[in-house]
């Protein structure tokens, strides 16, 4: 019966065609989904999805952590998750004044596309990254914070 019981954490790994960013154990990975985001928990059904860009997060221990991905795909295991990311960067990583100059030249392009001659969707696409990267890059420093909350209460 020992096969019944459902796991109590995740193995969670992340990679880029570049690097492997996250090799972690995690009990909560939320990840942006084609048709929306994904919550998993320990012993979810298996699944494979695309993902879209957006924000991306595993919880341990009580702390969250933050990624940026640019598309990709996941794999969902009961005991596992697989994510193989087009791109992704820790909050840390991202260049603010770059993220939003992306935003800014993505913006413009859409404005372009407005005219019927030029394609938006490469517009669209860059925007939803430098969205992700700026939404992520906003929560620097909030995983310090959770651990400092978390020593300090009694």
């Known amino acids: 019966m020992a096969d019944d019981v459902l796991p109590t954490?995740?193995?969670f790994e992340l990679a880029t065609p570049e690097r492997l960013l996250?090799?972690?154990?995690?009990?909560?990975v939320s990840v942006p989904g084609r048709e929306g985001y994904l919550g998993i928990l320990p012993g979810h059904a298996p699944l494979l999805s695309e993902l879209k860009p957006g924000e991306l997060t595993y919880t341990q221990d009580g702390s969250t952590h933050y990624l940026a991905?640019?598309?990709?795909?996941?794999?969902?295991?009961?005991?596992?998750?697989?994510?193989?990311a087009d791109t992704a960067e820790r909050a840390e990583e991202i260049d603010l004044p770059?993220?939003?100059?992306a935003r800014r030249r993505a913006e413009d392009e859409l404005k372009k596309?407005?005219?019927?001659?030029?394609?938006?969707?490469?517009?669209?696409?860059?925007?939803a990254r430098a969205m992700a990267?700026?939404?992520?890059?906003?929560r620097r420093g909030e995983t310090r914070k959770e651990e400092q909350r978390r020593i300090a209460q009694p």
Request: charged content about 20%; proline content about 4%; cysteine-free.
């Open 9 to 11: 954490r995740l193995q």
């Open 113 to 127: 596309s407005a005219d019927a001659t030029v394609d938006g969707e490469p517009a669209q696409a860059a925007l």
């Open 98 to 101: 770059r993220a939003q100059q």
């Open 22 to 28: 996250v090799r972690d154990w995690a009990v909560a």
């Open 133 to 138: 990267r700026l939404a992520v890059a906003a």
């Open 69 to 84: 991905v640019g598309g990709g795909f996941v794999e969902v295991l009961p005991d596992r998750v697989t994510v193989l």
